[in-house]
């Protein structure tokens, strides 16, 4: 871990502490800076965030409750997702998904529509520039911007859950030729039917695109190159 890979130590200096040594290293997490596997030594965080070991060790135990990090021996590591873990997640993140859909359908307006629009040319710019980072905001984004067209605040606060989560798996998908690109693909078809208003295709289609990171994630695909 070098000087680079973190926050100065101004990160840190308002507020309680171990709230902002929490927020940085989640956001550190969220934002594919820390990938899964990733030490995180209390020793070391708290040379780097010029605070005592106390607060690092607080964080590290609420990031272990939320299941962004768990315990690898006597140290702390970013949480990898088991198999079950993901089959799980995704369950849950695909029934949550498509009633955004089937809701969105029913009450999006056109503010909504073009802010799913603006997600995807972000997404094509992040494309085209390698920009990893950018290319995971924007696709969590897209599925929080829908979420919020379905004009439900629980489905919003469980959706963004998931999402936090979902940000562990998403190594994987990068490694795989032309990942990206089918799914800049798929969330156009999804707007494509919120356009036509038209809820059976779009809940379909986002079932496909939830489903094929499934198959990824347990070797199977169900995307073609």
């Known amino acids: 871990m070098s000087e680079d890979d973190w926050p100065p130590q101004s990160a840190v200096a308002n507020g309680p502490l171990r709230g902002s040594v929490y927020g940085s290293i989640k ?34 135990r609420q990031l272990l409750d939320e299941g962004f990090v768990e315990r690898k021996g006597r140290f702390y590591q970013v949480k990898h997702l088991t198999p079950r873990d993901i089959r799980e997640l995704y369950e849950v993140r695909e029934s949550l998904e498509t009633t955004a859909v089937r809701l969105c359908v029913e009450r999006a307006d056109d503010v909504i529509v073009a802010r799913l629009h603006e997600t995807i040319a ?32 629980l489905l919003l606060q469980q959706l963004t859950a998931i999402h936090e989560k979902i940000r562990l798996t998403r190594g994987r998908e990068y490694e795989v030729r032309n990942w990206l690109r089918h799914s800049i693909d798929e969330h156009s078809r999804v707007v494509s039917a919120l356009e036509r208003r038209d809820a059976t295709i779009g809940v379909a289609e986002m079932t496909y695109h939830i489903r094929s990171v499934v198959d990824l994630h347990f070797g199977t695909r169900r995307r073609k190159d």
């Open 27 to 60: 956001a550190e997490i969220l934002e594919l800076r820390l990938l899964a596997g990733a030490p995180l030594q209390e020793e070391e965080l708290a040379s780097h965030y010029g605070v005592s070991r106390t607060p690092v060790r607080e964080a590290l």
């Open 122 to 153: 972000g997404q094509v710019e992040a494309l085209a520039a390698n920009d990893r980072q950018r290319f995971s905001a924007c696709d969590t984004a897209f599925h929080l911007t829908l979420a919020e067209g379905a004009s439900n605040g």
